[in-house]
């Protein structure tokens, strides 16, 4: 399998189920009034860190990843299924971003770590829902709404507490394979290693560590070239930085290149303790050995001559490290940048001169959850949207009777609130309800079938 550390996905979160419109009809209660219960919610999308995997490359077949839909209300008050959740299996180490705000939605630091990446929708309130001392018979019900729908960018970044760090053909992945217990495939051309590889070296009874063999990085990796900007992000979560080092390849012009692309990369790599490990001495005479050593002192880090082939020098690197490793610091996850903040109502005159656009979030989630074409559905929103202060806000931008006020696609007819909207607070008040429809509820209830669980 291919190892993948990038890759771009959707989530999208079900939608809400539709808020119920029904009337309670039995034999012996001929007015039962409104009992439509809430819609389900849409099932959400979650990211989960896992440790047995160490690629993203099992998201691949699948780009779009949905939540379920929630079910509509039904009568009796009963609520509607919801939706189904549905959670992704990421490996520990894992970063999401909003591909579209730049939003860091999540960073997954622990095994068993859970985030919600896309929100269901809500489930819409039934007819029940809507019932006052004013409005005994509601005939309108609210709409789910839509799920959260995000474009993700999930980028892995492998959890290790030492990082090796070297050119290719270093020999990191023969040093990775006789210290730990890692199996990486090595051969004698560079770029052996593709992907980074993880190992254990434990020490005595109770001491462990785990050990990263990082792609080989070359001259300009923080540019782009070779495979080091791919894979420099995994050595930024290591506690203990190894150089590994040719030794029959310049070993101090070496160590400072490999400065120079972390410095280059990440200044604050520079500051992590570190060791030099000095391989393949067994290509080179002792005072040649001896020479390269005594140059390397120079950068000021411990060095360790090795050769991983015959296994000389090994107990000295496994002490130094654990020597070296500095205590396992508590991840601090990346802090998500604070969402946008909503914004209030704004109200402008039509382009054309043919009315008015009102605006805002409040606005436009009300009519989202409404039937535009039911009357009562429309006067409930009037209501809304004057406890808003939109009344206000266009009579002060001259808005007169009769104007068309527009919300998103739908369109209200205006009348100033000293005129009518006072009349129909003041039928509100006495308690009237609208003409015929309580007599119309009365004649559906009396010719209803009998309720076969009355």
Same mark, same amino acid.
């Given at each position: 399998?291919?190892?993948?550390?990038?890759?771009?996905?959707?989530?999208?979160?079900?939608?809400?189920?539709?808020?119920?419109?029904?009337?309670?009809?039995?034999?012996? +209660?001929?007015?039962?009034?409104?009992?439509?219960?809430?819609?389900?919610?849409?099932?959400?999308?979650?990211?989960?860190?896992?440790? $047995?995997?160490?690629?993203?490359? !099992?998201?691949?077949?699948?780009?779009?990843?949905?939540?379920?839909?929630?079910?509509?209300?039904?009568?009796?008050?009963?609520?509607?299924?919801? #939706?189904?959740?549905?959670?992704?299996?990421?490996?520990?180490?894992?970063?999401?971003?909003?591909?579209?705000?730049?939003?860091?939605?999540?960073?997954?630091?622990?095994?068993?770590?859970?985030?919600?990446?896309?929100? /269901? #929708?809500?489930?819409?309130?039934?007819?029940?829902?809507?019932?006052?001392?004013?409005?005994?018979?509601?005939?309108?019900?609210?709409?789910?709404?839509?799920?959260?729908?995000?474009?993700?960018? =999930?980028?892995?970044?492998?959890?290790?507490?030492? #990082?090796?760090?070297?050119?290719?053909?270093?020999?990191?992945?023969?040093?990775?394979?006789?210290?730990?217990?890692?199996?990486?495939?090595?051969?004698?051309?560079?770029?052996?290693?593709?992907?980074?590889?993880?190992?254990?070296?434990?020490? /005595?009874?109770?001491?462990?560590?785990? =050990?990263? $063999?990082?792609?080989?990085?070359?001259?300009?990796?923080?540019?782009?070239?070779?495979?080091?900007?791919?894979?420099?992000?995994?050595?930024? &979560?290591?506690?203990?930085?190894?150089?590994?080092? $040719?030794?029959?390849?310049?070993?101090?012009?070496?160590?400072?290149?490999?400065?120079?692309?972390?410095?280059?990369?990440?200044?604050?790599?520079?500051?992590?303790?570190?060791?030099?490990?000095?391989?393949?001495? $067994?290509?080179?005479?002792?005072?040649?050995?001896?020479?390269?050593?005594?140059?390397?002192?120079?950068?000021?880090?411990?060095?360790?001559? +090795?050769?991983?082939?015959?296994?000389?020098?090994?107990?000295?690197?496994?002490?130094?490290?654990? !020597?070296?490793?500095?205590?396992?610091?508590?991840?601090?996850?990346?802090?998500?940048?604070?969402?946008?903040?909503?914004?209030?109502?704004?109200?402008?005159?039509?382009?054309?001169?043919?009315?008015?656009?009102?605006?805002?979030?409040?606005?436009?989630?009300?009519?989202?959850?409404?039937?535009?074409?039911?009357?009562?559905?429309?006067?409930?929103?009037?209501?809304?949207?004057?406890?808003?202060? =939109?009344?206000?806000?266009?009579? &002060?931008?001259?808005?007169?009777?009769?104007?068309?006020?527009?919300?998103?696609?739908?369109?209200?007819?205006?009348?100033?609130?000293?005129?009518?909207?006072?009349?129909?607070?003041? &039928?509100? &008040?006495?308690?009237?309800?609208?003409?015929?429809?309580?007599?119309?509820?009365?004649?559906?209830?009396?010719?209803?079938?009998?309720?076969?669980?009355?």
């Amino acid at each position: 399998m291919a190892f993948r550390d990038i890759i771009d996905i959707r989530v999208q979160a079900g939608r809400g189920g539709d808020g119920g419109m029904s009337f309670l009809r039995l034999k012996y +209660v001929p007015r039962g009034g409104p009992d439509g219960g809430r819609g389900g919610d849409g099932g959400s999308v979650w990211l989960e860190a896992i440790e $047995d995997s160490t690629s993203l490359q !099992q998201l691949l077949p699948r780009h779009l990843y949905r939540g379920g839909t929630g079910q509509q209300g039904e009568g009796r008050k009963r609520a509607g299924r919801g #939706g189904e959740d549905i959670t992704l299996k990421v490996p520990v180490g894992t970063i999401a971003k909003d591909m579209d705000t730049g939003e860091t939605v999540a960073d997954l630091i622990e095994v068993g770590q859970r985030v919600l990446v896309a929100q /269901g #929708g809500s489930g819409g309130r039934g007819n029940s829902s809507f019932a006052t001392s004013t409005r005994r018979v509601p005939r309108f019900a609210e709409y789910g709404t839509e799920g959260e729908s995000r474009r993700l960018r =999930l980028e892995l970044r492998t959890i290790a507490d030492v #990082g090796l760090v070297g050119l290719p053909n270093a020999g990191k992945s023969s040093l990775l394979a006789a210290l730990s217990n890692a199996k990486p495939e090595i051969a004698s051309y560079p770029f052996t290693t593709l992907s980074p590889n993880l190992g254990v070296v434990t020490r /005595g009874v109770d001491e462990r560590l785990t =050990l990263a $063999d990082i792609p080989g990085i070359i001259e300009d990796a923080h540019l782009g070239k070779g495979l080091g900007l791919d894979f420099l992000r995994h050595i930024s &979560r290591t506690r203990l930085l190894t150089f590994v080092l $040719d030794i029959a390849e310049e070993p101090a012009p070496t160590m400072q290149l490999l400065l120079e692309e972390l410095k280059q990369y990440d200044p604050d790599l520079l500051e992590l303790p570190a060791l030099i490990v000095l391989n393949k001495t $067994d290509l080179a005479a002792p005072d040649e050995v001896a020479a390269h050593e005594a140059e390397l002192t120079g950068v000021g880090l411990p060095v360790i001559p +090795v050769s991983a082939l015959e296994g000389n020098g090994l107990d000295a690197v496994r002490d130094t490290l654990f !020597q070296l490793l500095p205590e396992r610091p508590v991840l601090q996850a990346a802090k998500a940048e604070p969402k946008v903040v909503r914004a209030g109502i704004t109200v402008n005159a039509a382009a054309d001169g043919s009315g008015w656009i009102a605006s805002g979030p409040d606005l436009e989630a009300v009519v989202v959850r409404f039937d535009a074409a039911n009357r009562e559905a429309v006067a409930y929103m009037h209501h809304h949207f004057r406890g808003l202060g =939109l009344d206000r806000l266009l009579k &002060r931008a001259g808005a007169r009777d009769g104007d068309d006020v527009w919300i998103g696609d739908v369109a209200f007819e205006y009348f100033d609130e000293t005129g009518e909207t006072l009349r129909e607070e003041a &039928r509100e &008040r006495e308690g009237e309800e609208p003409t015929g429809l309580e007599a119309d509820f009365s004649d559906e209830n009396d010719h209803a079938e009998p309720d076969q669980d009355a």
